[in-house]
Every structure is written in structure tokens, then in C-alpha cells.
Nanobody, 119 residues
């Protein structure tokens, strides 16, 4: 059964950090390009970071939305079927529900994890 479970969100002050985790099951995780997305009520879900599949020769290439470049870092642990999003220098505009999925968005969405940046 395919399942995505996000965790690690919370309330943080501007300038703070959070680390999100997404555990995936039921997919060939190591060969799947994964992404972190976020959604604010009333807006479309947007891709903020992605990481490609890995191999012996590659640790996986990453891409970031301009709004998070230099502040967020995506990584993966294939042994744990988990993708991470390290978020530093958080801003109030980063407040959203964060989700993970493949780059094709072809899996059922998980429940997401709420990130609130506020003083």
C-alpha cells in the first residue's frame, strides 16, 4: 500500500529552523524523484524543492523554488525511504501546510504537516 507520512512541522519564530520528514512506503523509493510541496489556503499547491533518484554514482540532484533557494535543503535517505526538508531562516511567508510526493504528483497525498512562522 502506497503511503506518504509527513512530520516535523510546528510553530517557529522568524529566522528559526525546522526539519521536515516524509516517510514513503509502497514505492520504489530509491529510483523516484521526490518533491516537497506547500499550500496556503486559497492558493495552489506549489513545488518548493525536489531531489532526483540516486545511484552508486550520484547522490541525487536538487532543485529549489526561487523563494526558498539558499534557505531550504532537501535530502533523502534511501535506506529509510525518507525524504527531508531542512528549513532555515524561516520567514512568515513560509507558513503553509507542507507535503511530499513524487515529482509527477502521482501518489495519494498524505495529511501534510503544518508550518507556522510567527513571532
Amino acid at each position: 500500500q502506497v503511503q506518504l507520512v509527513e512530520s516535523g512541522g510546528g510553530l517557529v519564530q522568524p529566522g528559526g529552523s525546522l526539519r521536515l520528514s516524509c516517510a514513503a512506503s509502497g514505492i520504489f523509493f530509491s529510483i523516484t524523484t521526490m518533491g516537497w510541496y506547500r499550500q496556503v489556503p486559497g492558493n495552489q499547491r506549489e513545488l518548493v524543492a525536489s531531489i532526483s533518484s540516486t545511484s552508486i554514482m550520484s547522490v541525487g540532484s536538487t532543485n529549489y523554488a526561487d523563494s526558498v533557494k539558499g534557505r531550504f535543503t532537501i535530502s533523502r535517505d534511501n535506506a529509510k525511504n525518507t525524504v527531508y526538508l531542512q528549513m532555515d531562516s524561516l520567514k512568515p511567508e513560509d507558513t503553509a501546510v507542507y507535503y511530499c510526493n513524487t515529482i509527477n504528483r502521482n501518489l495519494n497525498w498524505g495529511q501534510g504537516t503544518q508550518v507556522t512562522v510567527s513571532s
